[in-house]
């Protein structure tokens, strides 16, 4: 797994893993208005987003097309297992008893989990 990324370079992941490959100027122009960003400022993220090599680029005329080289449902997995692992021992069972403690999972929830174990049983 590569190295863990910031929330603003996920932001920058986000409209990649949307469309791609995209200019700094497209991913700018898709990240969050309300961030505020400037094209500048998308553009030290994708620098450090390549050093992480978690995205690739390649050259188009004057301007770089880039892209994800990690899936997203490859760094969810990872995250999920880093909060897992650093908050509950590696446990699914602990992470979702302490969601239902505080209750924070709805009937809608519960009966989703329910719906997935039993599929899983099956």
Known sequence: MPERISDA??????????????????????????????????????????????????ADGRRYLYRPLVARDDYVTGESRRLMDRLFGGKLTPLVAHLAERDELTAQDIAEIEALLQEYKA
Not at 13 to 22: I, T
Not at 32 to 56: E, Q
């Open 9 to 58: 370079e996920h932001a920058v992941m986000e409209v990649l893993w949307d469309e791609s490959p995209l200019t700094a100027q497209d991913v700018a122009e898709r990240v969050d208005p309300a961030k505020g960003w400037s094209a500048n400022t998308v553009k030290t993220l994708l620098g450090r987003l390549l050093a992480k090599t978690v995205i690739g680029h390649e």
